[in-house]
């Protein structure tokens, strides 16, 4: 294989990574990893820098139409990079100390968790009417968004901020030391923890793994691991894919993007318990 | 001090509020798509740039596999010194590595942006949780010591 048709073939897998990135708020990492290191045989590290980018990518292409279409909550979301970059930023810094391998057990045992409860909350998906949470109260994190796919205006009230905030701590932290991993957390923490609606959850994801990946994305470029041939199919390709993905999530019923979550989060967390044990 | 939003008395307040709230989201939108059309604008320059360098990558068939370009003795500009040598050398893979920089850099912009926003909105408590965030952000170069 040519370097033209690597860059090819891995600019069209990026479309469709970022389109199913864009969709759940995961940074299409799920996807780029393992094509790059199974597929085409390239060293982890690479792969994994690859994903950063891919993060950063799938953010941006995406968050754009959703901030505008009011989809994000954009105040929840701001509030909850407290965690996520304070998370990734002590992660960088406790890669040495921590053995990888426990790590994707652990991150493999909580994911699937995550699933199962996730799969759980399918019947109980009418949003909140009141809240007795304080600092939700305080910071009016509280919201409200048309819903394409129900044809009405759906207004919600955020709970659980404290656990929130905790479980974005740790999506902060496992994005920092295995560079996957981080939307896979921070939909389950809005999801289950804080109630907010399904596709909320998903956009205010898409929209805060930018800057949770910006935070250790220094790090990976200061350590070579952001090969130039292997980041531009994949952020263009992944662009053109958050894109499009970002026009489909309103037209898509809640259950629809909750099943499409639950099956991705079950592939990562089988992919890190593979890791962790062999 | 007042920490929270102080809530809009009359209908003509709370429109006006509505309206911040709105050029807020817009330019947060406006900011990212910016920071997504030049990153790939930049990105197909560089790829253009290094395969009119080196013929031989751009071929769709032929004995030069790709694994030259992407195994972990590969070279290309990991530290800024590096960025400027290869720019300054017209190098492909530098421009991409510029494209890059401006992909990771859009995020730490829109929080930037936020800052301004909320506090134009006199928001004290989302300016600080933003001015926060961003602090993080900066602080995590630094440390990165690229």
Redesign the interface.
């Known amino acids: 294989?040519?370097?033209?048709?690597?860059?090819i073939s891995l600019g069209l897998i990026s479309v469709a990574a970022g389109m199913l990135g864009s969709l759940v708020g995961l940074g299409g990492g799920v996807v780029i990893v393992p094509v790059l290191t199974l597929l085409?045989?390239?060293?982890i590290?690479?792969a994994i820098g690859a994903s950063i980018?891919s993060v950063?990518?799938t953010?941006?292409?995406a968050?754009?139409?959703y901030?505008?279409e009011?989809m994000t909550n954009?105040?929840a979301g701001?509030?909850l990079?407290?965690a996520t970059?304070?998370g990734?930023?002590t992660g960088?810094?406790l890669t040495t100390l921590l053995p990888t391998r426990f790590l994707f057990l652990l991150f493999g045992v909580v994911l699937a968790y995550s699933a199962v409860a996730t799969f759980q909350r399918r019947r109980a998906a009418a949003p909140l009417s009141v809240s007795s949470d304080r600092i939700a109260n305080?910071?009016?994190l509280h919201g409200e968004y048309f819903d394409e796919a129900e044809q009405k205006e759906i207004s919600y009230k955020v709970t659980g901020t404290k656990l929130g905030l905790f479980m974005m701590y740790v999506a902060g932290l496992v994005s920092a030391l295995l560079g996957i991993g981080s939307g896979a957390l921070k939909v389950p923490a809005m999801d289950l923890a804080m109630h907010l609606p399904m596709k909320v959850s998903t956009a205010t994801s898409n929209f805060m793994i930018?800057?949770t990946?910006?935070?250790?994305?220094?790090?990976y470029?200061?350590?070579?691991?952001?090969?130039?041939?292997?980041?531009?199919?994949v952020?263009?390709g992944v662009?053109i894919g958050a894109t499009v993905g970002s026009k489909v999530l309103g037209k898509l019923k809640s259950h629809v993007i909750r099943l499409i979550f639950v099956v991705v989060l079950i592939v990562i967390s089988l992919e890190m318990l593979q890791k962790g044990v062999f | 001090m007042r920490?929270?939003?102080r809530p809009p008395e009359t209908e003509e307040q709370a429109k006006v509020m509505n309206e911040k709230i709105r050029m807020?989201?817009?330019t947060?939108?406006l900011v990212?798509?910016i920071?997504?059309a030049l990153?790939?604008a930049i990105?197909?320059v560089?790829?253009v740039v290094?395969?009119a360098h080196?013929p031989a990558?751009?071929?769709?068939?032929?004995s030069?596999?790709?694994?030259s370009?992407?195994?972990?003795s590969?070279q290309?500009?990991?530290?800024f010194s590096g960025l400027w040598n290869s720019l300054a050398k017209g190098q492909?893979?530098g421009i991409?590595?510029l494209?890059?920089m401006v992909?990771?850099?859009?995020?730490?912009l829109?929080?930037a942006v936020?800052i301004v926003s909320f506090s134009i909105e006199k928001d004290p408590?989302?300016t600080i949780?933003?001015i926060?965030?961003f602090a993080?952000?900066i602080?995590?170069?630094f440390?990165?010591?690229?």
């Open positions: 294989m040519t370097p033209l048709d690597f860059v085409f045989h390239v060293d590290r690479l980018v950063i990518a953010s941006s292409g968050a754009a139409a901030v505008r009011k954009l105040r701001m509030f990079e407290v970059t304070t990734a930023v960088a810094y305080v910071l009016e930018g800057v990946a910006a935070a250790s994305a220094g790090v470029f200061a350590r070579g691991q952001i090969d130039p041939i292997i980041s531009a199919p952020a263009i662009l | 920490l929270t939003r807020t989201e817009i947060i939108s990212l798509r920071g997504v990153s790939v990105f197909i560089g790829l290094m395969f080196h990558y751009a071929k769709l068939s032929g030069l596999s790709f694994h370009l992407t195994s972990p590969s290309f500009p990991h530290s492909g893979r991409i590595v494209g890059t992909l990771i850099i859009t995020p730490v829109r929080v936020a408590a989302m949780v933003t926060y965030v993080v952000l602080l995590s170069f440390l990165a010591g690229a």
